[in-house]
Nanobody, 118 residues
């Protein structure tokens, strides 16, 4: 079973930028699709962005499209979420998820807090 550890979350001002990292261990990182989700206080966890195993395909929630960018570095076993033009509504705990395509196998990170002040 793999392990994911998110980092980089902090308090930022509206309009600012932040990059989250998701470091993986115990799995063959290059075979996994990676995704970011977030959960705001009192709300359900929601999809933010995903990148497929080859890095060719990405997809974003409408709420972050054009502001957030998901990337991966297989040499470092790490995925990233670059966040720009941040808004107070981006405040949430951000989770990384790794999924092995066509297999019933996935794992989650423990989450990392991002707070955006107005």
């Amino acid at each position: 079973q793999g392990q994911l550890v998110e980092s980089g979350g902090q308090l930022v001002q509206a309009g600012g930028s932040l990059r989250l990292s998701c470091a993986a261990s115990g799995l063959t990182f290059s075979l996994y699709d990676l995704a970011w989700f977030r959960q705001a206080p009192g709300k359900e966890r929601e999809f933010v962005a995903t990148i497929n195993w080859s890095g060719v395909r990405t997809n974003y929630a409408d709420s972050v499209k054009g502001r957030f960018t998901i990337t991966r570095d297989d040499a470092k076993n790490t995925a990233y979420l670059q966040m720009t033009s941040q808004r107070p509504e981006d405040t949430a705990i951000y989770y990384c998820k790794a999924t092995l395509p066509a297999a019933d196998r996935s794992c989650w990170g423990q989450g990392n807090q991002v707070a955006v002040s107005s």
